[in-house]
């Protein structure tokens, strides 16, 4: 079962990647650095007309920096960034593709068809399972494809049984950037087994490049916010956003807020749509820095996303609310909640989601 129609054409043929038939004033190639496995991280740079540079890596499927241009055009880092492979290999996921299931699973594992799972990464105090486990897709070297003039593929194969997940599946991400200012992210998989399937982009925005984002303004077009426990695996119930720290609507400083916020900021599932999900790419934020005159606008196909603000962050490298994801995606532990969006994936399906990141300027 296809998800949705597609909403654009990559390129009419994949080249793969060899000295013979790269074309650098496309897509540059160079290295990322070695793993502890002693295998090569490559890196992939992408450029448009408007000076939008893009980073890549198929350590992870990594979005390594996004750097844009001011309203004065100088150009800086608005992502939180690995400097190499190594660092990428021992850090957690700025920027990794995440899988096979972003975000949070209840009671160590799930049920399909009768048949108990046990996942393999869990946590004994919480029976939380995160982000797909330690060695989740954001811990694998992908295989790559140049598309160019400006699109790079990433595709994985998981074996069935790993971190206890039932299939195998197979699955791509393709980063398209286009001379309008869009990263275009298309995601893809399909499984010989039933298995539950939810990726997403672990990336920390920063349109200031430095500093924290508490005086960013954004606005959310999200009416509904998932209630969390303590765990933050969500209870089932959609909170209305009205009267609450969670109300964007209107558009407002992140900082404003938070203080309000339970764990010192947001790391909550806004609902997007679920009527709509999955027929139309449905633009959902608008994030700008009045300082630097950044803007960001986000799209998506995902029935959710997971607001972010980077509580935990010490100031090493990076301070306390340093950035803000949007992890667009299917609902923390809808394996366990018949109520939530599904994400179970069946033989014969195919998984397929875009979420689009338009940077820009104040005009």
């Not at 969390?228 to 109300?247: A, E, Y």
Request: hydrophobic share 35%.
């Amino acid at each position: 079962m296809l998800r949705f129609p597609l909403f654009f054409l990559l390129a009419t043929s994949a080249i793969l990647i060899s000295p013979s038939n790269l074309d650098a004033r496309e897509i540059v190639v160079s290295s990322f650095g070695k793993l502890s496995t002693g295998e090569e991280a490559k890196l992939y740079t992408l450029e448009n007309s408007a000076g939008v540079r893009v980073k890549l890596s198929d350590f992870g499927a990594l979005l390594v920096s996004v750097e844009a241009p001011d309203r004065d055009d100088n150009l800086s880092k608005v992502t939180l960034s690995y400097k190499n492979a190594a660092e990428a290999e021992k850090g957690g996921v700025f920027g990794n593709v995440v899988g096979r299931f972003a975000n949070r699973i209840d009671t160590g594992g799930f049920t399909i068809n009768d048949v108990r799972y046990d996942l393999e990464t869990v946590n004994p105090k919480t029976k939380v399972h995160i982000h797909g486990g330690k060695t989740g897709f954001q811990r694998q070297l992908w295989k790559t494809e140049l598309l160019p003039p400006k699109a790079v593929k990433f595709s994985l194969t998981s074996p069935d049984g790993h971190e206890g997940y039932p299939g195998r599946v197979e699955v791509s991400v393709t980063y398209s950037l286009n001379d309008d200012g869009e990263l275009i992210l298309h995601y893809r998989g399909t499984t010989d087994k039933p298995t539950h399937l939810n990726l997403t982009n672990h990336a920390y925005f920063n349109l200031s490049g430095s500093g924290d984002v508490l005086d960013h303004e954004l606005a959310l077009t999200c009416d509904e916010v998932l209630e969390v426990d303590s765990r933050k695996i969500p209870t089932g119930k959609r909170l209305s956003v009205k009267d609450s720290p969670f109300d964007f609507r209107k558009g407002k400083k992140i900082g404003r807020d938070i203080a309000g916020v339970n764990d010192g900021g947001y790391d909550h599932c806004f609902i997007v749509s679920e009527e709509n999900m999955r027929k139309a790419v449905i633009h959902f934020a608008s994030l700008s820095d009045p300082a630097s005159g950044r803007t960001l606008d986000i799209s998506t196909t995902c029935p959710g996303v997971q607001v972010f603000t980077a509580n935990h962050f010490k100031g090493k490298p990076f301070p306390k609310w340093g950035g803000i994801c949007f992890e667009t995606q299917f609902y923390p532990d809808a394996p366990n909640k018949p109520g939530f969006p599904s994400t179970l994936l069946r033989p014969g399906e195919t998984y397929e989601e875009i979420t689009e990141f338009h940077f820009g300027v104040l005009k």
